[in-house]
């Protein structure tokens, strides 16, 4: 298998292991009694902003905030470094790093995971509209910011996701976030807080 075929693999598997998490949160608030009312997400939201702490692995490379009273997770031998979850999982983001060729450009590794990204989802059998694409900085350098929508097919519940990536050094650094549509804008302000704080080391 060719190093670029590889990396589509790996973002594949990212991609499915994003959707499943952020699909299972949905699942999970269409059974909730009741769902967070807006002011409650809202004051989640408020209070997480003040209470970010940093989250450090040197063995991967990134230095990033997270609200503490979120949970923290790091999964084993995947390209996602860690991720962090509010709200019983209706609102989460992961930050993720995987290898490239020496010669990949932002451009080639936005398209690659562009691919992974539809493939996965047609893999999952997971509804996904692309509402936009547009350039960016994430972790001091330039970046690419995608934003999509997917669908539960059992609930007809949406989830919006969030998606800025960077290359550096032959490696690619992202994060990804995804909520609950209804708590998509709330949680913005901790997402963008989280990025402007996401150092590559």
Known sequence: MSFS????????????ATAAACLGGLVESAHADPLPAKKEAQAFAETALNEFVEYKNSERGISIEYPKSWEMIEPK????????????????YRVYSEPLPATMTLEAYTKASLDALKTGMAQAK????????????????PATEIIYTIEDAETKRTAKAFMIMTTNKSRGFGLNYTADSEYYDTFMPVINAACKSMKVL
Request: charge should be positive.
């Open 77 to 92: 031998a995947s390209p996602i470094i860690c991720k962090f979850r509010g709200l019983g999982g209706l609102v989460s």
């Open 5 to 16: 075929r590889t990396i589509l693999a790996a973002s594949v598997a990212l991609v499915i």
């Open 126 to 141: 997971i509804p996904i509209e692309m509402i936009s694409e547009k350039a960016a900085v994430f972790a001091g350098n």
